[in-house]
């Protein structure tokens, strides 16, 4: 885990405690998009099973090879703002012109359940778990340079230039607001950051 603010993330000069390392049920993986988010948690997930990670409602087109239920729930504008009406999810932003949320009902089973908790949103909804469940840990992944996270959000291949701009100034604004949260990881290689992530998450020690 990088500690490259100085603090532990929350603004303050706490030193980091055994709490920053002590497994969270519900852990939030955040970060600009194009850093490599859902890499790492598939990573995590082939490791650790047992870690349910969380299928998002988004209102965006599919890729190629994305499929409705695994990657994510594709809906419709007026059929994702009526899920929102009726307080289906636990929290919803809108990114880059498109509507994503995470479906509350499966959320609070596992949790219910014991099971470890793995959400991989953007900066809107990780404040809004934040606010709604305090005992969240809220993992920011970083990319090893600003260049970098150019490179790999263009190198995907999959969204045209003005999309990529787009990303790209809102990506500006969330590596700002990496000190809202607990614990930043850098991606410089996906191994080493799923080991981070997989020792946040289980509790075991990290091993690459
Ligand atoms: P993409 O379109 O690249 O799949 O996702 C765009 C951004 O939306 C990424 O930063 C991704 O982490 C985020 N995202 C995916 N699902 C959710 C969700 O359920 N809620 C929120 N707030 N963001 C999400």
Redesign the pocket.
């Known amino acids: 885990m990088s500690d490259r603010a100085g603090t532990d993330g929350h603004g303050s000069d706490t030193p980091a405690s055994e709490t920053d390392t002590a497994p969270a049920l519900l852990t939030v993986l955040s970060g600009p998009?194009g850093v490599g988010?859902t890499t790492l948690a598939k990573h995590v997930r082939q490791a650790h099973p047992e870690v349910w990670l969380s299928v998002?409602?988004?209102t965006?087109k599919p890729r190629p090879g994305e499929v409705d239920g695994v990657h994510y729930f594709f809906y419709d504008r007026p059929a994702f703002e009526d899920l929102i009406a009726k307080g289906e999810f636990l929290?919803?932003?809108e990114?880059a012109g498109n509507l994503?949320?995470?479906p509350r009902a499966a959320v609070e089973q596992r949790l219910a359940a014991g099971q470890p908790v793995l959400l991989?949103?953007?900066l809107?909804?990780a404040r809004q778990i934040r606010a709604a469940m305090p005992a969240a840990r809220l993992v920011f992944l970083a990319p090893p340079s600003w260049e970098e996270l150019e490179q790999r959000l263009r190198g995907r291949g999959t969204e045209p230039e003005d999309v990529i701009a787009r990303r790209l100034a809102t990506g500006r604004i969330e590596l700002a607001a990496e000190r809202e949260f607990d614990v930043t990881i850098v991606n410089t290689t996906v191994e080493a950051a799923a080991a981070e992530l997989v020792a946040l998450v289980t509790g075991s020690p990290i091993s690459t």
């Open positions: 998009s988010k998002s409602a988004t965006r929290e919803h932003a990114y994503y949320g995470t991989e949103i953007e809107q909804g």
